[in-house]
């Protein structure tokens, strides 16, 4: 059995101005986390941005609990804090207070604060789960629920013509699955298309982030980040993650189609909650 960290890595609060002088590397070691998965191990990071844990958990031949890290000063992990799941492997499940729930490819689990084991497991070790993971801190507590992507208010957008055709489907919000702070879902390119979320946007009142995933080895997605006049780009490989800091755009272009995970956590639940950056304002 693989050991599990028993401490997180941090990734502290970077500000706007120093972003401006960064070099591709510190653009990378701050914003990027380059190992979503890890065979059996659970693996996470934690920011400052408000607080968030962005992860996953890879169980192959290990049933994988989710630890009770050193940082968080807790006997448990969700003592204070809520997690949403998001598969985008194959078939899985995941135990809460001995409590099973089923996930599907790109079924999503809320689970909530105060819960205190956490399991997850992988139907079979030749096509295992892959459960994308983030949390936030919590001051109340709402039921462990599950929600199917079929179930998951799919909405089609864009067009063929500016090759951004996609599906979105939203998860945790405030008209979906109940949580104190966590917005969470997941958009998926049609082929073809390889923009998202353009025009791009800020929320100065949340940050996010951006997991990519179903993108062929040899791909790779150039991910928008920084002030809409400021702007830089990182290249992010398959089941990369990008965090997102309030005051940053984020918005991406693939060399090919793809999919990705977003979840937000900060002052509120309305999905709706942008300030959108004019395509031809940006710089």
């Given at each position: ?63 994988l609990?989710?630890p ?30 001995g ?71 939203k ?12 917005v ?27 997991c ?57 639940m ?14």
């Open positions: 059995m693989i050991l599990q960290q028993t401490i997180m890595p941090v990734r502290h609060t970077v500000g706007q101005n120093e972003i401006q002088r960064f070099t591709t590397r510190e653009l990378r070691d701050n914003f990027l986390i380059d190992t979503v998965f890890e065979p059996d191990t659970v693996q996470v990071v934690y920011t400052h941005y408000d607080r968030v844990i962005v992860g996953g958990a890879l169980p192959v031949y290990e049933t609990p989710l009770a890290y050193d940082n968080l000063k807790t006997p448990h992990f969700l003592d204070r804090r809520e997690l949403g799941v998001i598969n985008v492997g194959g078939p899985g499940s995941v135990t809460v207070d409590e099973r729930f089923d996930l599907t490819k790109l079924d999503c689990l809320y689970v909530g604060q105060g819960s205190r084991d956490v399991q997850f497991d992988s139907l079979s070790s030749d096509t295992p789960a892959r459960f994308f993971l983030l949390s936030a801190p919590a001051h109340a507590a709402y039921p462990t629920t599950k929600l199917a992507k079929e179930d998951a208010n799919p909405t089609r957008l864009g067009s063929s013509t500016t090759a951004n055709e996609r599906t979105i489907y998860y945790i919000h405030r008209d979906g699955l109940q949580s104190c702070q966590l969470m879902g997941l958009t998926v390119l049609e082929p073809g298309s390889v923009w998202n979320t353009m025009p791009a946007h800020v929320h100065d009142r949340r940050m996010e982030a951006y990519y995933f179903d993108l062929p080895t040899d791909h790779r997605v150039f991910h928008l980040m920084g002030q809409p006049q400021e702007t830089r780009h990182i290249v992010v490989a398959n089941e990369q993650a990008v965090v997102s800091p309030p005051w940053s755009i984020h918005s991406g272009c693939g060399t090919t189609n793809y999919s990705f995970i977003w979840g937000m956590a900060g002052e509120n309305d999905f709706a909650d942008m300030d959108h950056s004019p395509i031809a304002d940006l710089l």
